[in-house]
């Protein structure tokens, strides 16, 4: 059974901040790639950034770029997206993945199967 949770969404005003939160609580997805993705109503869901196991690829969207950082603890297996200089067009909500595909840091959505519930982000302006 797959056990992703994600955390830390919220409502926050323009230029704020939040840090999502994203457990594998049966620790199932050891050596595996990380990602966030969002999807806003109406739109794909899409990705926001991705991370090897190790952290040395990273892989970032061009619209959070220099505002996002993902990050892992593998110890305490949790990925974590901070967002920083938020804007409206980031609200959407937000999932955390896993990918079982080898080799390149895998970016496209299909290369994800494992899928937490998600968590809202909303940006007033």
């Known amino acids: 059974q797959v056990h992703l949770g994600e955390s830390g969404g919220g409502l926050v005003q323009a230029g704020g901040s939040l840090r999502l939160s994203c457990a594998d609580s049966?620790?199932?997805?050891?050596?595996?790639?990380m990602a966030w993705f969002r999807q806003a109503p109406g739109k794909e869901r899409d990705i926001v950034a991705a991370?090897?196991?190790?952290?040395?690829?990273?892989h970032y969207t061009d619209t959070v770029k220099g505002r996002f950082t993902i990050s892992r603890n593998n110890a305490n297996n949790t990925v974590y997206l901070q967002m920083n200089s938020l804007k409206p067009e980031d609200t959407a909500r937000y999932y955390c993945?896993?990918?079982?595909?080898?080799?390149?840091?895998?970016?496209?959505?299909?290369?994800?199967?494992?899928w937490g519930q998600g968590t809202q982000v909303t940006v007033s302006s």
């Open positions: 993945a896993a990918s079982a595909r080898a080799g390149p840091l895998p970016t496209m959505t299909h290369h994800y199967i494992y």
């Open positions: 049966a620790r199932t997805f050891i050596g595996y790639p």
């Open positions: 991370i090897s196991w190790t952290g040395r690829d990273i």
